[in-house]
Nanobody
Framework: QVELEESGGGLVQFGGSLRLSCRAS????????MAWYRQGPGKQRELVAS???????RMSDSVKGRFAISRHNGENTVSLQMNSLKPDDTAVYYC???????????????WGQGTQVTVSS
């Protein structure tokens, strides 16, 4: 079993910065793509950013130039640096990862419990 634990959410003022971190733990053979999603009030969950094990990044147009995603494969962690935050960024942010528990296992789609980010105007 693989679990994801997020940290780093909180309340920040318009234009401020926050850094989210997520660590995978459990029976891990390999972690594939890791990603951050968010779900704002009354909105559907959306992809914010993703990064493959090889470091290829994908960013949502709404956060390009403001957010940056990075990962440390040796520690099974992924981070999201969020700058120039706006009230529209207010959401619960979820960590997501594709995880293999063994060489022959089927990749698991694992989700964290989410961390709240609130941006005040």
């Amino acid at each position: 079993q693989v679990e994801l634990e997020e940290s780093g959410g909180g309340l920040v003022q318009f234009g401020g910065s926050l850094r989210l971190s997520c660590r995978a733990s459990g029976t891990i053979f390999k972690i594939g793509t890791m990603a951050w999603y968010r779900q704002g009030p009354g909105k559907q969950r959306e992809l914010v950013a993703s990064i493959t094990a090889g470091g290829k990044e994908r960013m949502s147009d709404s956060v390009k130039g403001r957010f940056a995603i990075s990962r440390h494969n040796g520690e099974n962690t992924v981070s999201l640096q969020m700058n120039s935050l706006k009230p529209d960024d207010t959401a619960v942010y979820y960590c997501n990862a594709a995880a293999l528990t063994s060489l022959f296992s089927t990749p698991m789609d694992v989700w964290g419990q989410g961390t709240q980010v609130t941006v005040s105007s």
